[in-house]
């Protein structure tokens, strides 16, 4: 608890410092009325994908990056699928069996309170937010529209593909986004300080740790 609300805090501050060292943007769209926004004007011949967004990579490289986290997703759903249920509590019986019967019922009912173990709900759920975050964070976009994209990955998860298997949850649709925001944002403002100065060997080990996506975008230099 007391490393959460520490995360909580530097998050805060990071969002109050305008030296960010990774955010590419001149200024933070507070609104979100906008979320892919183009920094200079355009032909309007241009393909769709060539497009810019707000931190000047194409649509396109975008798109490659949240497909190529869909597939680790999938990947990960297919490991679940064949692992003990007692794990996820899905109801026993192929998949082929009961997926479009489950999708069904996601999409035509409300999401429900689950009974998951503690440690799905409030470690896992929050650490895979946290990555969804970073994902868009350390690649220059703000706070908020990392936000954004963390809720719109888990509410992709919940209604997209575990609801071929259960209902969609209360508390993941709550929980990932929230909490991934705030140990997301707040690893983000640890690696900016320690980045400051260079990482010494002990900072690259933490720094892979708390926060891989800034160790595949930028490296340890």
Known sequence: MKFL?????????????????????????????????????????????NKKTSTGET????????????????????????????????????????A??????????????????WAMNYVAHPLNGALYYQVSREKGYSAWKSFAYTAY????????????????????LIVTPVAGYILGEGTHYLTKQMRKNGLNTFEKVIVTIINPMNVIYHGYH
């Open 153 to 172: 990955k888990s509410t992709f998860w919940e209604y997209g593909i575990e609801a071929t298997m259960e209902r969609p949850s209360i508390q993941d």
């Open 59 to 98: 649509l396109g490289k975008f798109m490659q990056r949240d497909l190529i986290l869909a597939g680790v997703s999938l990947a990960n759903f297919v490991r679940l699928v064949h692992a003990d249920r007692s794990h996820t509590l899905w109801k026993e019986g192929a998949f082929e069996d009961q």
């Open 100 to 117: 479009w019967g489950n999708l069904k019922q996601a999409w035509s009912k409300p999401p429900v309170w689950d009974k998951d173990p």
């Open 5 to 49: 609300i520490a995360l909580l805090a530097t998050s805060i501050y990071a969002n109050t410092n305008t030296d960010d060292l990774f955010l590419k943007e001149k200024e933070i769209d507070l609104s979100m009325k906008v979320y892919f926004e183009n920094e200079e004007p355009e032909s309007s011949n241009t393909s769709i994908w």
